[in-house]
């Protein structure tokens, strides 16, 4: 059976640092409950069906989210892990009880989301200030990075392939001494037990696969959801979306279905290319019309997507068999399996479907 890995935010619960910048009590949800349609047929805003608007300071909403996760076959959740330098997380909460309880008993990895934050990116009234910088500090920060990281790759949770914790890292052309920092972290973990770390990066150029391959990457999972945004669709489509963009400074609106056969490629073959399946992708409750959208979305069609990629790791050893889920519960991006009002579990059940499916014609 393929595993499938789902990216998860943990920003569901207040932080100092969020209360400081957007308002007391600020979370994701805040982002979700105020979004708005911004054309006729806009599905927006999204509201949580079986879990609710959790807060993920509470185990129970954790270990909710886990149970329905493995019920639909989902191999376990990859953590977005926000470390800036020096020492200095944030959002670790969530996933450091996870840790220190033992609960959810639900495998886990961890994602370095390598980048500034800038107050743009949560907020359709934001500009370029910078919140908070992604800090690179050498051989000493970067021993010290692991180390924070080292309880979980002990952790019997902890999913490795070939007995390597999987790492995966989110910007690795932004680290500027990326192969110091690999071969670092590849050292410790053999002083501390482990054969190695099994290293992922994101890429959102299908060119730089071979070359970060060629960089000591065990794998690459190529980012191809922005691609639809600058797909060969008609002369007069690139035209129309470009003067929506210039004259009423409005992100591109795309079918799903027509977008999702560029969702997945030749590419995706290669033992060392980890593929992605996405639910939808709609960035309008944090950047207002400015967001891309994929319009359209529905578990048939989402269904469809997911059986395509499944064809293209069926061939692969079974432990390198890794797709990514984007994602579990990235609500605010409209970029999320978890159920809602409209379709329930309907992406959840899409997704098993297929999985069975591909499993019976094996």
């Not at 696969?209 to 945004?229: C, N, Q, Y």
Request: proline share 6%; glycine share 6%; hydrophobic share 35%.
């Amino acid at each position: 059976m393929p595993r499938l890995i789902a990216f998860y935010l943990p920003q569901f619960h207040p932080i100092p640092e969020n209360n400081k910048w957007w308002g007391e009590g600020f979370t994701e949800w805040t982002n979700v409950g105020k979004a708005k349609p911004l054309f006729k047929g806009h599905y927006q805003p999204r509201v949580p069906a079986d879990l609710g608007y959790y807060d993920l300071r509470l185990s129970e909403s954790r270990e909710a989210q886990a149970a329905l996760a493995k019920k639909y076959g989902v191999e376990g959740f990859c953590y977005w892990h926000y470390y800036f330098g020096d020492g200095r997380r944030l959002l670790e909460r969530p996933f450091d009880e996870v840790l220190n309880s033992g609960k959810p008993d639900f495998p886990f990895c961890l994602a370095w989301a390598n980048h500034s934050w800038k107050d743009k990116q949560f907020s359709k009234e934001g500009s370029d200030k910078m919140l908070i910088e992604q800090k690179y500090g050498g051989v000493e920060d970067y021993t010290r990075h692991f180390n924070i990281v080292l309880p979980a790759f002990k952790d019997y949770r902890y999913i490795r392939v070939h007995d390597k914790p999987v790492f995966v890292i989110h910007s690795p052309s932004e680290v500027p001494d990326l192969e110091v920092f690999m071969n670092i972290w590849q050292n410790l973990a053999c002083e501390n037990g482990f054969p190695g770390i099994h290293f992922v990066c994101n890429t959102h150029n299908l060119q730089d696969i071979e070359t970060m391959h060629s960089k000591g990457f065990d794998a690459v999972s190529p980012v191809r959801l922005f691609h639809v945004f600058k797909a060969d669709f008609s002369l007069f489509y690139r035209m129309y979306a470009k003067f929506m963009r210039l004259v009423f400074k409005r992100g591109q609106v795309l079918d799903y279905e027509q977008c999702s056969r560029y969702f997945h490629g030749e590419e995706d073959k290669l033992r060392y290319c980890y593929p992605s399946i996405y639910p939808n992708w709609d960035h309008s409750p944090r950047s207002g019309r400015h967001g891309h959208i994929l319009h359209n979305s529905t578990p048939k069609a989402f269904k469809n997507h997911v059986s395509n990629v499944l064809q293209t790791v069926k061939h692969k050893p079974k432990e390198e068999q890794i797709i990514f889920i984007r994602s579990w519960n990235e609500w605010a991006e409209g970029n999320y399996m978890e159920p809602d009002l409209r379709f329930g579990r309907g992406y959840l059940e899409a997704l098993k479907l297929a999985l069975d499916e591909s499993a019976d014609s094996s």
